[in-house]
């Protein structure tokens, strides 16, 4: 449960990092990195406090959108 925390943070990271590159527009770092990324970092953290399996549930379909969503993200918000 730890390290799906950790992985959670360094996603989490990302949005940051590529507005910052000047990659992304900045709604990049608050659509990907403040909403998205919070939701799956309050399920994370949900998930290593209680572990059960509705919480791990919930940490699986949260892993399935996730990854679509911020690629989706990213190209909408691309600066090229």
């Known amino acids: 449960a730890g390290l ?6 360094y996603l989490a990271s990302l949005p940051f990092i590529s507005t910052a590159l000047e990659v992304t527009s900045p709604m ?5 990195g403040i909403l ?3 939701y799956a970092l309050y399920v994370a ?3 290593d ?3 059960s399996n509705a919480n791990a549930r919930k940490v699986f ?3 399935l959108w996730y990854l679509p969503c911020v690629m989706m993200l990213f ?5 090229r």
Request: glycine residues 10%; aromatic residues 10%.
């Open 75 to 79: 190209l909408l918000h691309s600066r």
């Open 61 to 63: 379909l949260t892993s």
């Open 36 to 38: 998205l990324n919070g």
């Open 28 to 32: 990049f770092a608050v659509d990907g």
């Open 49 to 51: 406090k209680e572990r």
């Open 45 to 47: 953290s949900k998930f």
């Open 4 to 9: 799906i925390k950790r992985y959670g943070v």
